[in-house]
């Protein structure tokens, strides 16, 4: 099996040929690394490749993780569900959230960002397969919510993340993200501190870049099969 950094060096290679084939700049899109159930050995690993960026979905796992790593090497993504409770946790720990689907939510995380931190990063998350997802606000609302989040003083706003429904061909995967592509284009237009398509996982990466996907979040293909979750005090 190749390692960790093997996979990642493919991983950059491929990303760039996908760049080049899609008329993408060159740099444009970056691989944001999801360790989700994945050990701190195996983010280390990667993190001897070159890699900074790294994506979590369940809280008290990801804090571990911050705790034993540090904060100043990496920049800390969280892209799971937000409860309501546990806000105060990911505003003070993370530099990323991807998964803002709420109001309450985006205020929360506004008012418990600590003033010694710059402003958290923030990514709306949009529902792009309607029904077959309960995450992610629907396209139309996308505008007035991006309005309100970028009126909170301590977050500042970056973007659109989507988790299509899997489907199986490149035309159809990039059929589900054009749309999306075209939101984001009006509403960068809007705020100038949208820089960032949060699309792509490692099933659909081709269709993400090929639509103007800025950060792919890689899971498998950077660490492998992921092992069973360890139930958890969260
Ligand atoms: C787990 C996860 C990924 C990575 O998925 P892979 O298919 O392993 O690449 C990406 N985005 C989100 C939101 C995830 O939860």
Redesign the pocket.
């Known amino acids: 099996m190749p390692s960790i950094a093997e996979n990642i060096q493919r991983l950059r290679d491929r990303v760039r040929e996908l760049e080049d084939r899609y008329q993408r700049e060159s740099g444009s899109v970056k691989l944001l690394a999801?360790s989700?159930t994945h050990p701190v050995e195996n983010i280390l690993q990667a993190m001897s490749a070159g890699q900074k960026d790294f994506?979590e979905?369940y809280l008290q796992e990801a804090l571990d993780k911050i705790q034993a790593i540090g904060r100043t090497e990496v920049t800390w993504h969280f892209?799971?569900p937000i409860q309501s409770n546990k806000t105060r946790d990911i505003a003070e720990h993370f530099d990323w959230v991807h998964s803002v689907d709420r109001l309450k939510i985006a205020r929360r995380l506004s008012e418990q960002r600590p003033d010694s931190l710059p402003p958290l990063n923030i990514c709306v998350q949009v529902n792009i397969s309607g029904e077959s997802s309960k995450s992610g606000i629907a396209p139309e609302d996308c505008e007035a919510f991006c309005e309100a989040v970028a009126h909170l003083p301590r977050l500042k706003l970056r973007g659109l993340m989507a988790?299509p429904a899997p489907t199986e061909s490149l035309a159809q995967q990039r059929a589900v993200y054009r749309p999306l592509a075209e939101i984001m284009q009006h509403l960068a237009q809007q705020h100038e501190s949208m820089d960032t398509l949060s699309i792509g996982?490692?099933?659909d990466h081709e269709a993400a870049i090929a639509e103007g996907g800025t950060m792919i979040?890689?899971?498998?293909?950077i660490f492998g099969p992921?092992p069973p979750r360890v139930p958890e005090r969260d």
């Not at 979040?217 to 293909?221: I, Q, S």
């Open positions: 999801v989700k994506g979905n892209i799971g988790i996982m490692s099933d979040r890689l899971g498998t293909a992921r």
